[in-house]
């Protein structure tokens, strides 16, 4: 039996790591309908622990497999498109901008890269020890 409700508990999906997570809010079907389940997704968002991290002046760099993901318009892939391998890396905000030589946006919270960079900036480390 598919239990059905008409209030349902706001999920979000992080947009580093790919989890649901809870938003503390409530959904209500307007109509007093059993329309809901008891977690409704309702978009991408970032988990607690990533938004603190960003909030920390931290930009993830989440390592994505271009065969696995979805074709991108224009160069740019969506999150919903994006196979995620599971490596990540933060970098300040600062540092990426002169590692990539790119600047990049207050509320951009994360970057797709491809394999091998994160591998790129470790080695890039190390060397400097």
Known sequence: MDD??????????????????????????????????????????????????????????VECDPERSGAAAGGRLKPEQAYRTGRLAHLRREVFAQVFNVPIEDKQACVFVEPGVIDQLQSMVASAY
Do not use: I, N
């Open 4 to 61: 059905k409700s008409y209030v349902s508990l706001e999920q979000r999906v992080c947009l580093v790591c790919g989890a649901s997570f809870d938003t503390g809010s409530l959904l209500l079907d307007k109509r007093l309908r059993a329309s809901m389940k008891r977690h409704t997704t309702t978009g991408w968002g970032l988990c607690p622990e990533h938004q603190k991290m960003s909030d920390d002046g931290f930009v993830a760099l």
